[in-house]
């Protein structure tokens, strides 16, 4: 594995149910302090690291029963503020100096997301985890991570998710399915792959984003994802 940083600064999209370990519910802190080490040693070489999390752990609002879908996608964004708490106490604990930032005002507990704020807890080495996606409801946590990537003009952003990376169909269901190594944010659209919603995979085609997803069982793959060993799905 090459020693060198490829990319300076990231933006990491989390997914929430990946921090409840196996049982994809809750928090398991050692799988939260698992993928924490992993963050930590980019951060070590030198990567800036904004982190977007998702609340699928606690919540998944989409899937919600006889709700309003604007309260339930609500909920979700005060699940994803929880999760971005605790990577944030687990990261702290590891010795790295943090600050949470939220589109959702919280002033007790977390800084409110300024764009120059962020840009400034960088400069001064701190890692940034984003909590409460865009602030508004219909947005998914993947467009957050898009939309933080474009303002804070990451070198690319990863996704850390529960499979290897890109396939033509559900890799879960069908043995026979294809893993693209190699694709277009324009293919997402087109071909409707179930990567990340259309507004995501639109901000990153708009913006010229790179995007590399992978998978997250092993949580040292985002290190070899930031310092450019060939993993997962890279998307351009």
Known sequence: MSEELK????????????LGGNKKIGLDMKTVTSICKSIKKCHEKGAQIGVVVGGGNFWRGRTSVNMDKV????????ATAMNALAIGDALESLGCEVRVQT???????????IRQ???RNFEKGRIV??????????????SAAALRAAELEADIMLKATMVDGVFDKDPNKF?????????????????GLRVMDGTAAAMCLENNIPLIVFNLDDP???YRAVMGEKIGTTII
């Open 7 to 18: 990319y300076k600064r990231v933006v990491l999209k989390l997914s929430g149910e990946a």
């Open 71 to 78: 309260r339930a996608d609500q909920i979700g964004m005060l």
């Open 103 to 113: 589109a959702i005002h919280m002033s007790q507990i977390a800084e409110p997301y």
């Open 117 to 119: 704020k962020a840009l």
């Open 129 to 142: 985890i984003f909590g409460c996606g865009t602030g508004n409801p219909f947005f998914s946590t993947d």
């Open 175 to 191: 043995k026979d399915a294809v893993k693209y190594e190699n694709l277009r944010h324009k293919d997402i659209l087109v071909n």
């Open 220 to 222: 040292d793959n985002i």
